[in-house]
């Protein structure tokens, strides 16, 4: 099947810049330093200023992200972490790695976010920090965040994958925890050419321990002080990132633009039963992804309306479609089926429609029109 529109689209970002990018990637070329190099250090400044925080430690995925920073704030056997049922294993699959207990609650049906009262009711004396994840490029609510943890002393450790320079109530992801994790896959708002990560903070000393666990715990070459790993931001990822960066504002606010245009389009089906996840942040949302929920009172079922788009040559995509409580690895943690029915019901509803800058208004009334219910 021929596709028309795909899930996702890097050419309207990387054509304009391919210059820029081919002379990033000549450069380090000409350096050779493709371990840690210069560029490393330039685009943690440059992205941890962006952002609003301190210190950026560049390493090899957004996964490691997590997993080191838990660890460079001491959490790890004998601690208890909450996160959402509803994200992607890696944020649990790096609460896993520290040896910590993941603690999973239930989301908010309308937002996806975590449901803070849900997980208020999980606190327990060993809970140590909570993972906020920003799903779908809206934050948690930073003030509600900052209560919870300053209510039950607990570190938030923020999941801000999907949430470059996302913005609420005057905090920018990435700025309102101990610490928080950003993944730059390719089609992330700020994506590499590959694989890549960053742990940012303010606190100059979980930056300096993960700056040593990224590199087998080393402070100084062949000087070891823990047992590290190696996951390292390549220096030509790097590289890549630091030309991206200067537009990814501008990309932002594309996404904002095409997620009101689909919402408009979208309208008048709100009460058949289609209805786009909740932003309660105004253009401080992001839109790494466009998700709409298809409720049983709807027509077609969300398989008819996938079969239907793909078709016509539209990609699509479901982020995620079976819960982390759910999936066969963790059946060991001891949940069932119906732990958290938010989570479980969406994961049955919601269906991620293309978005990508460069998607303009006639595709946008081409994926509305072959979802089979006309304008």
Do not use: C
């Given at each position: 099947m021929t596709v028309k529109i795909p899930f996702v689209d890097l050419k309207f970002q990387h054509q304009p810049i391919q210059s820029q990018l081919h002379q990033a990637i000549e450069n380090v070329l000409t350096n050779g330093d493709f371990i840690l190099g210069q560029a490393v250090s330039d685009f943690e400044t440059a992205f941890a200023k962006a952002s609003g925080t301190e210190y950026g430690v560049g390493v090899a995925s957004g996964t490691d992200a997590i997993a080191l920073g838990l660890e460079a704030c001491n959490i790890g056997t004998g601690d208890e972490v909450i996160l959402p049922a509803n994200t992607f294993v890696a944020t649990l699959i790096a609460v896993l790695k520290t040896g910590a207990k993941p603690v999973l609650v239930d989301c908010d049906p309308k937002t996806a976010l975590i449901d803070l009262e849900a997980a208020a009711k999980?606190?327990?004396?060993?809970?140590?920090?909570?993972?906020?994840?920003?799903?779908?490029?809206?934050?948690?609510?930073?003030?509600?965040?900052?209560?919870?943890?300053?209510?039950?002393?607990?570190?938030?450790?923020e999941d801000a994958a999907q949430a470059h320079l996302a913005e609420r109530e005057g905090y920018k992801a990435g700025a309102v925890g101990k610490a928080a994790a950003f993944s730059f896959y390719p089609s992330k708002n700020l994506g590499a050419l590959g694989d890549g990560g960053m742990l940012l903070t303010a606190d100059a000393e979980i930056a300096a321990k993960v700056r040593r666990l990224r590199n087998y715990g080393s402070s100084q070459k062949y000087v070891h002080v823990e047992p590290g790993t190696n996951?390292?931001?390549?220096?030509?990822?790097?590289?890549?990132?630091?030309?991206?960066?200067?537009?990814?504002?501008?990309?932002?606010?594309?996404?904002?633009?095409?997620?009101?245009?689909?919402?408009?389009?979208?309208?008048?089906?709100?009460?058949?039963?289609?209805?786009?996840?909740?932003?309660?942040?105004?253009?401080?949302?992001?839109?790494?992804?466009?998700?709409?929920?298809?409720?049983?009172?709807?027509?077609?079922?969300?398989?008819?309306?996938?079969?239907?788009?793909?078709?016509?040559?539209?990609?699509?995509?479901i982020h995620y479609p079976i819960p982390c409580h759910l999936?066969?690895?963790?059946?060991?943690?001891?949940?069932?089926?119906?732990?958290?029915?938010?989570?479980?019901?969406?994961?049955?509803?919601?269906?991620?429609?293309?978005?990508?800058?460069?998607?303009?208004?006639?595709?946008?009334?081409?994926?509305?029109?072959?979802?089979?219910?006309?304008?």
């Open positions: 999980a606190v327990t004396p060993q809970t140590k920090a909570i993972i906020p994840v920003h799903l779908y490029g809206q934050m948690v609510s930073p003030s509600q965040l900052l209560d919870f943890a300053h209510t039950h002393q607990v570190i938030i450790f996951s390292r931001l390549d220096t030509l990822q790097a590289a890549i990132l630091q030309q991206k960066l200067p537009y990814l504002a501008q990309w932002n606010s594309d996404r904002f633009t095409i997620a009101n245009e689909y919402n408009t389009k979208l309208a008048h089906l709100a009460s058949l039963g289609i209805l786009p996840i909740e932003n309660q942040s105004s253009t401080g949302h992001v839109y790494h992804l466009y998700v709409i929920k298809i409720s049983e009172s709807y027509p077609l079922t969300r398989e008819q309306i996938q079969t239907q788009l793909t078709a016509a040559g539209i990609q699509t995509g999936q066969p690895a963790f059946t060991y943690l001891g949940y069932q089926k119906g732990d958290f029915p938010h989570s479980e019901k969406l994961s049955v509803q919601i269906l991620s429609l293309p978005m990508y800058p460069g998607l303009n208004s006639h595709q946008i009334a081409e994926v509305v029109s072959a979802m089979g219910i006309g304008e």
